[in-house]
């Protein structure tokens, strides 16, 4: 049976829209009770689809300390928005929407020696919370910030105010790309590393700490999926086993398509990272846009798994099993 952690939603009101970056707008929201929200929490909201259904969205929690009393979110509008930028981006203050309490997905491991927070672009948000709690509690810790442009990158002058010399910046536009391998060999040994950004970063992250054979317990990541490599369009899904055939639109996951025809598919994070909505491909005669973070590069390029909440077949037919 298809299973997500049931959130307990609220009704939240805008209280504030902040333009923080080209395209990236900061919301302020009143919460009911005002939930606490530790450091790398998120929020989901529900958004309406352009079939009429509902979506949920998951937006990191931006906590710099200023305003405790709220709860802010940063949504960076998407182009490809199949309807969460897009409606994030068309609130005004004093509308009200319906987000869950604080969920905790991305936790910060206390007592460590060290950590390094690397985030790129929207990623930033999660970091912001978990800068904050590290000064506070007087740990040693940096944070790198990538971004394609320093007009595009949210909160920047900001975070160099509040983390005086422990914020790096690299802007691709005027200082080339971050370079990961440099990065991570760089470490000392007893760093714990959290990353968030896109996919791209995730996957060259993980290659070097493998690469140099770095414990995997003090790796953490995580995203809220990815626009993906290839153009979004609609394909067709087919279930051999139960007879299931059905078409994923554009602006529809693979998951909530086969669920609509009447599938049971395991999921719970939506968001690419958890793998339980991961079953195994039959046959595809379409390019595969693997968009999560679950599967390695290696199972990638098998083409033989997808995880079904986010990724999917860049027009034409894929055939899976569903266990």
Known sequence: MAHRT???WESARVRRITPVAAGIRHILLDIPGNPPAPPGAHVDVLV??????????????????????????????????????AFMHGLRVGDGI???????????TP????????AAGIGITPMIGMAHSLKHSNAEYRLVYAGRTRTAMAFVDQLLDDHLGRVRIVAGDEDGRLDCATLVADLPDDTELYVCGPPALLAAVQYEWLRVSRPASLLRFETFGSGGTLPTL?????????????????DSSALQALERAGGDVMFDCLRGE????????????????HRDVFLSPRQKARGDEICLCVSRLAGGT???DLP
Request: proline letters at 10%; one cysteine or more.
């Open 234 to 250: 609609p394909f067709e899904i087919r279930v051999p086993r139960t007879g299931l055939r059905t078409t994923v639109p554009a």
């Open 274 to 289: 958890c793998g339980l909505c991961a079953v195994p491909i039959l046959a595809a005669d379409g390019p595969i846009d």
């Open 98 to 108: 319906t987000v869950s309490r604080p969920v905790q997905g991305f936790e910060l």
């Open 6 to 8: 049931a959130p307990v």
């Open 111 to 118: 007592g460590r020696s060290r950590y390094m927070l690397l």
């Open 318 to 320: 894929l055939t899976v």
């Open 48 to 85: 309406p689809a352009s079939d009429g259904s509902r979506l949920v969205r998951s937006y990191s929690v931006v906590d710099d300390g200023r305003t405790p009393e709220a709860c802010g979110i940063a949504v960076r509008l998407d182009p490809r928005s199949r309807g969460g930028s």
